[in-house]
């Protein structure tokens, strides 16, 4: 089991340890929502997943819509504004913040998406796939999953 927390401690989580490999994603939505260059995510089975505390304290953000459903999501601590997993019921799963977990992801770097976004300072992060835009989401990460 791995757990995870916000940066003040008030939200917690776990999950079981079947996780995809790691997304990197450079779109303008990620970068202000997580306030870098960059978000780093895994993804797991949402029925293997459980907030142990603070679910009170979690706030959800639906942007507008800019193409196409699903509406980018934010989740984040209403305390301390910390990243937190996105739980998308739609498709069974649920998105992690690699930071917020307590121990470091061993998982590989699965793909780069959304490249041109992606600032100048940033190096190339490995020898994986790296796509323009989004990658077909809930197929990729349901198929890890099985």
């Not at 757990?3 to 994603?25: D, I, Q, S």
Request: one cysteine or more.
């Amino acid at each position: 089991m791995l757990t995870g927390n916000c940066l003040c401690g008030a939200v917690a989580f776990e999950v079981e340890e079947k996780l995809t490999r790691v997304e990197v994603c450079y779109c303008s939505r990620c970068q202000r929502a997580y306030g870098t260059g960059l978000a780093a995510t895994v993804y797991a089975r949402l029925d293997r997943f459980r907030w142990v505390r603070g679910v009170d304290a979690v706030q959800t953000y639906d942007a507008p819509l800019l193409q196409e459903p699903p509406p980018y999501r934010h989740v984040f601590c209403g305390k301390c504004g910390s990243p937190l997993p996105i739980c998308r019921e739609e498709f069974g799963f649920v998105e992690i913040p690699v930071g917020v977990l307590s121990v470091q992801v061993k998982e590989a770097l699965a793909y780069e998406m959304f490249i041109p976004r992606k600032h100048p300072w940033g190096a190339r992060l490995g020898s994986v796939d790296c796509f323009e835009g989004a990658v077909p989401l809930s197929k990729k990460v349901l198929s890890e999953l099985r």
